[in-house]
């Protein structure tokens, strides 16, 4: 890529890796940037949501993902004497994807990586380390060496943005004056990472308190297994991992026999509870663990990364379109760091319940947990996780209703809109992300077919290029622009007339209307989308090959 970038995105880890292709598939000229020549072949992250399959499922990449991966899992909490306190699985996914499952890191590095190495409209430096940037009104710099045939070659990349998704010891983050707030967890863990295991285990994860060296069970397909044992203080994290060691830990409590190439991984790490001060400085913005740090114990790190990237690759888009106001590049902090810094809380008082060894401080976790199981709401609370919440952007990038304004039973403004199983007009059955725009689109909930909204201000949404969808309940007719739900889920609660949802490139509800509301709900948009600034004829954007995962509920 000769000439000036629009977004430059410094590492390619998994986060990194979503954030360049997602600006690519737009059209947006992106380098990426990675110290490394291959990907990642480490086992780190373990868990993924179905909020992270959706937007893998723009990628093309989800499927074979999933063919990899132990889908539709629980966790299952055990107390002393490992006797089984709480039984927990996710709230059913509205988002067509399995709520939790157990993934392989590595997989999907790889599966990302080859994309992005075969992706027309995405520069990948390769074996290219950033030493320096730059930045002032008008873009970013970035100081590049790479080693090259010829010797060390060292070169400047200019663009309009760029990211840091270069992990925890980022240095883009650190480059631009950002600290880390927080603190790092005293006690230490062994991840013991196991291939070839010869019995079938159930689908959850394990946390054992027993009291004694507290450990956590991973299961995953194809035989592999992660057993996590926390590290006492007296231990030497050196000998600790030392193949004899590993085998103590793991036989004949876990494991019959353990042959060496059966440890895949065994490393001792330290979790840190830490959150970005500012997720954005001037043009550079943070992504992943560069933006925060989490223990491992909700399974969160990763897939806060993911909706990071998520979040900020469309109003990045907004901006090279130049249709992007400060208040939408600002939104990215306002709607991802207070989740982010959620996922740490829940993340570090989940450990504290596990890690617990003191004799009387188990014996009371045990006897709370149990006697609040007996609370019904409570019991729904822990055994449906719903202490994992979800993201609200209703402070963000949306147009809250007026009053009592219109409203659906299923979409709420600010939250990511379900996916039912919808038919076209071919007769096919697919997840409604198939049938979405790339960038913004603009439901049609019942009414009459066609459009019904204000014709004076029905410019914007061509403006923005929004595209237009009709959603039928289950019974419609379909026809071009119209789908029809298999199952009544976005549906229910709409009368006669027609209501209008305004949904974001990621997927979440930024306004729901009717026809008598869209002047408002244009006017409130506007402050972060400038229709009038906008590009008139924004970039093609890119289509998968891949094939959109079907949705279920």
């Known amino acids: ?195 070839n295991e010869p019995r079938p285990r159930e689908p959850f994860a394990e946390f ?128 991802r760091r207070t989740h982010g810094a959620a996922m740490v809380t829940v993340s570090r008082r989940i450990g504290a319940v596990v890690m617990a060894t003191h004799p009387v401080l188990t014996r009371v976790r045990d006897t709370a947990v149990r006697a609040l199981g007996l609370i019904p709401r409570v019991r729904d609370f822990l055994a449906n996780m719903r202490f994992i919440t979800l993201p609200d952007h209703a402070a963000g990038v949306v147009v809250a209703p007026v009053g009592h304004g219109v409203a659906l039973d299923a979409v709420t403004v600010g939250r990511a809109l379900s996916q039912p199983v919808v038919r076209d007009a071919t007769g096919a059955a697919r997840g409604l992300d198939a049938h979405l725009g790339r960038g913004w689109t603009l439901l049609q909930i019942g009414g009459p077919p066609g459009p019904a909204v204000d014709t004076a201000v029905d410019a914007y949404w061509e403006a923005i290029c929004a595209k237009r969808l009709c959603v039928r309940a289950p019974g419609g007719e379909t026809a071009d622009g119209t789908v029809v739900e298999a199952t009544a889920v976005l549906t229910p609660g709409v009368g006669a007339h027609p209501v209008f949802v305004a949904v974001r490139p990621d997927r979440y509800v930024a306004a729901v209307f009717d026809s008598a509301g869209e002047r408002r709900v244009v006017e409130g948009l506007r402050a972060f989308v400038d229709d009038r600034s906008r590009r008139a004829h924004p970039r093609p954007r890119t289509r998968t090959s891949g094939s959109p995962t079907p949705a279920h509920h």
């Open 208 to 335: 054992h308190g027993d009291g004694k060296r507290p450990y956590v069970l991973v299961p995953g397909v194809k035989g592999r297994l992660r057993i996590e044992f926390m590290l006492f203080d007296h231990e030497d994290p050196d000998e600790m991992t030392t193949p004899e060691r590993i085998r103590e830990l793991v036989v004949p409590r876990f494991r019959a026999e353990l042959a060496p190439d059966d440890v895949r991984r065994a490393v001792v790490y330290v979790a840190h509870q830490r959150v970005a001060r500012t997720y954005r400085a001037g043009r550079v913005f943070l992504v992943g663990d560069a933006a925060h740090l989490m223990p491992p114990f909700a399974g969160q790190g990763l897939n806060a990364g993911i909706r990071d990237a998520a979040n900020l690759a469309w109003k990045l888009v907004e901006a090279v379109d130049g249709g992007a106001t400060e208040r939408l590049l600002d939104s990215y902090e306002a709607e």
């Open 1 to 195: 890529m000769t000439g000036r970038r629009e977004v430059i995105v410094v590492g390619a880890g998994p986060i990194g890796l979503t954030a360049a292709l997602l600006l690519a598939d737009a059209g947006v000229r992106t380098t990426l940037v990675e110290k490394a020549t291959e990907p990642g072949d480490l086992p780190r992250a373990i868990s993924f949501q179905d909020e992270s399959f959706r937007t893998l499922e723009q990628l093309g990449v989800a499927d074979a993902l999933k063919a990899e991966s132990l889908l539709d899992t629980g966790s299952r909490y055990f107390g002393l004497g490992d006797r089984l306190l709480l039984e927990a699985r996710p709230v059913a996914s509205r988002l067509g994807h399995p709520a939790k499952t157990q993934f392989d890191q590595p997989i999907l590095e790889r599966l990302l990586w080859e994309r992005a190495v075969a992706h027309q409209g995405l520069e990948f430096l390769r074996g290219a380390e950033v030493t320096a940037i730059t930045q002032d009104g008008d873009g970013a710099g970035v100081t590049v060496t790479t080693v090259e045939p010829a010797g060390d070659g060292t070169r400047t990349l200019t663009a309009d943005w760029l990211i840091g998704a270069d992990g925890g010891r980022s240095f883009v983050r650190r480059a631009a004056g950002i600290d880390l707030v927080g603190t790092t967890q005293p006690q230490r863990w062994i991840v013991v990472d196991l291939l």
